[in-house]
């Protein structure tokens, strides 16, 4: 996936002061102009004080790129610390940290992966700060009703799934397409690296349906059809923040800060337009 370096940064803005009707959109940052020298002034400023703590490297579940690059720009404006997200599976991120690479925060999609890094001496602390939902994403279809009815459909040839090991995502849709026992639905069934890689099929054609992250469809709402998965027909996906012993040994006031912004009401709002579930 592209890097938010290269990509137009968004911005989440309430548009609404009436709490139940509240709309998010994304617009381009505006900035009002100002002078040249004080433009200048302010650019001194930044400079003199910037030190290599004034950022953190996340470590990020690819099912929550969509809402923390909306969280990022909440938070680097608030707190003027730059977050540098890189995404993958969790099990490969895992795999990634456990063989030395500098991240000071891991969000996971399960707990299991952040408990093994604790006990490697990766990490110091594990927070659930919310939960994902699976969901089946597909273009056309729109007389079937149920999961099992669009899998099957002879329209679906090509069902995108997250490796099944390191992704939880894939773990929980293999939880899910054992309890359909379906031979039929099981020989269409591509495997992705990660959610992010399912989507990239999707969005591109490569596979008729996915299975997927709910985030997928608070942005791509308009343009696919989609059917919730029953919870009860695969394990809770923990969305799980990781404080690594890298981060903490480093920068370890940002860390904390960080981890405790994830459970304050200004990110739970993002998280649940997002589709995650909070308490």
């Given at each position: 996936?592209?890097?938010?370096?290269?990509?137009?940064?968004?911005?989440?803005?309430?548009?609404?002061?009436?709490?139940?009707?509240?709309?998010?959109?994304?617009?381009?940052?505006k900035?009002?102009?100002i002078?040249?020298?004080?433009?200048?002034?302010?650019?001194?400023?930044?400079?003199?004080?910037?030190?290599?703590?004034?950022?953190?490297?996340?470590?990020?579940?690819?099912?929550m790129?969509?809402?923390?690059?909306?969280?990022?720009?909440?938070?680097?404006?608030?707190?003027?610390?730059?977050?540098?997200?890189?995404?993958?599976?969790?099990?490969?991120?895992?795999?990634?940290?456990?063989?030395?690479?500098?991240?000071?925060?891991?969000?996971?999609?399960?707990?299991?992966?952040?408990?093994?890094?604790?006990?490697?001496?990766?990490?110091k602390?594990?927070e659930?700060?919310a939960?994902?939902?699976?969901?089946?994403?597909?273009?056309?279809?729109?007389?079937?009703?149920?999961?099992?009815?669009?899998?099957?459909?002879?329209?679906?040839?090509?069902?995108?799934?997250?490796?099944?090991?390191?992704?939880?995502?894939?773990?929980?849709?293999?939880?899910?397409?054992?309890?359909?026992?379906?031979?039929?639905?099981?020989?269409?069934?591509?495997?992705?690296?990660?959610?992010?890689?399912?989507?990239?099929?999707?969005?591109t054609?490569?596979?008729?349906a996915?299975?997927?992250?709910?985030?997928?469809?608070?942005?791509f709402?308009?343009?696919?059809?989609?059917?919730?998965?029953?919870?009860?027909?695969?394990?809770?996906?923990?969305?799980?923040?990781?404080?690594?012993?890298?981060?903490?040994?480093?920068?370890?006031?940002?860390?904390?800060?960080?981890?405790?912004?994830?459970?304050?009401?200004?990110?739970k709002?993002?998280?649940?337009?997002?589709?995650?579930?909070?308490?």
């Amino acid at each position: 996936m592209p890097s938010r370096s290269m990509t137009m940064r968004l911005h989440f803005e309430i548009i609404s002061k009436n709490p139940i009707e509240k709309l998010y959109l994304y617009g381009i940052k505006k900035i009002a102009a100002i002078s040249t020298l004080v433009v200048i002034a302010l650019l001194a400023v930044s400079c003199s004080r910037k030190t290599k703590t004034d950022s953190l490297n996340i470590a990020l579940a690819a099912n929550m790129q969509f809402a923390m690059d909306s969280i990022a720009d909440v938070y680097e404006q608030k707190e003027g610390v730059e977050l540098v997200l890189s995404s993958n599976s969790s099990g490969m991120l895992a795999n990634q940290i456990m063989e030395g690479a500098p991240f000071d925060v891991f969000l996971s999609a399960n707990k299991s992966y952040a408990d093994k890094l604790i006990e490697g001496g990766f990490a110091k602390s594990a927070e659930i700060y919310a939960h994902g939902r699976l969901v089946l994403v597909y273009e056309s279809l729109d007389s079937l009703t149920s999961v099992d009815q669009v899998l099957k459909s002879n329209e679906i040839q090509r069902i995108g799934v997250a490796n099944k090991i390191t992704a939880p995502y894939g773990i929980a849709s293999n939880e899910l397409l054992s309890h359909l026992n379906s031979e039929e639905i099981n020989s269409k069934v591509i495997y992705g690296e990660s959610v992010g890689q399912v989507n990239q099929y999707i969005t591109t054609g490569a596979v008729d349906a996915s299975l997927t992250s709910n985030s997928f469809i608070t942005k791509f709402k308009d343009d696919y059809n989609y059917l919730m998965i029953d919870s009860n027909d695969y394990t809770p996906i923990s969305q799980t923040a990781c404080s690594l012993t890298h981060g903490l040994e480093e920068k370890s006031i940002l860390v904390s800060n960080f981890v405790a912004f994830l459970d304050s009401d200004e990110c739970k709002e993002i998280l649940t337009y997002f589709g995650y579930i909070v308490d």
